[in-house]
């Protein structure tokens, strides 16, 4: 079975500060994902990653940059976290051509 | 308005009542993904169709793509209370290029016993 997982289940975060979620994948795919969830809004893509140091902004990358120096994991970094990126954060992986496959999801909140 | 839109919002079901939750595409689909996810939990994969006139299933749990590949319909047979969650369908509107999908915003099942 695939394994996609996630640091944390829950985080707090004050307003400013320099948050880190992270995600790995178990099953050599080439493709990673990061989106967030929100009432109404449903998933929006933030970044996604094709290969190892590559990237491409998805559709709401203000405010967010990544990172995947290895295969299997993929960090996304709010670089000075503000109340609006509360939010429920999920991370994906996929082999091209394929489903793709989440983790647990981490639901943030910025205070 | 959506790109893609999943209808209805919401349903309330006896326990073992059929059930069908639609997904409604703008544009022509190239790949249409069915996900399931628990209240605050991550989505799990259902099914993926590709061809229009598609159709597979899981246990209780059918899908199809219709001919002309712009709606996806997923039927439950005799619900029951495990059917209970959101499900989600991602459109892969792109020609093949299934990494950036077009997402609905869900359907919340709930089942009574």
């Known amino acids: 079975d695939v394994k996609v997982t996630q640091s944390s289940r829950y985080l707090v975060k004050r307003t400013g500060e320099k948050v880190f979620l992270e995600c790995v994948q178990d099953?050599?795919?080439?493709?990673m994902f990061w989106y967030r969830q929100d009432p109404g809004l449903g998933l929006r893509l933030i970044y996604f990653s094709y290969d190892v140091k590559m990237k491409e902004k998805g559709d709401i990358p203000e405010g967010y940059s990544v990172s995947r120096e290895k295969k299997e994991r993929f960090s996304l970094i709010l670089e000075s976290a503000s109340t609006n990126q509360t939010s429920m954060y999920l991370c994906a992986s996929q082999i091209q051509g394929y489903e793709q496959y989440f983790g647990p999801g981490t639901r943030l909140t910025v205070t | 308005s959506q790109e893609l839109e999943q209808s209805p919002q919401s349903l309330i079901v006896q326990e073992g009542k059929n059930l069908t939750i639609n997904c409604t595409s703008s544009?022509?689909?190239?790949?249409l993904y069915w996900y399931k996810q628990k209240y605050g939990e991550g989505l799990i994969f259902l099914m993926m169709?590709?061809?229009g006139g598609e159709e597979k299933s899981h246990e209780k749990i059918t899908a199809k793509l219709d001919e002309k590949k712009q709606q996806s319909s997923l039927h439950i047979t005799a619900s029951q209370p495990s059917h209970a969650g959101i499900y989600l369908c991602?459109?892969?509107?792109?020609?093949?290029?299934?990494?950036?999908?077009?997402w609905g915003l869900g359907t919340s099942l709930a089942v009574n016993p």
């Open positions: 991602g459109a892969d509107q792109n020609a093949g290029n299934n990494r950036k999908l077009i």
């Open positions: 099953m050599d795919h080439e493709n």
């Open positions: 544009k022509t689909l190239y790949g």
């Open positions: 169709l590709q061809k």
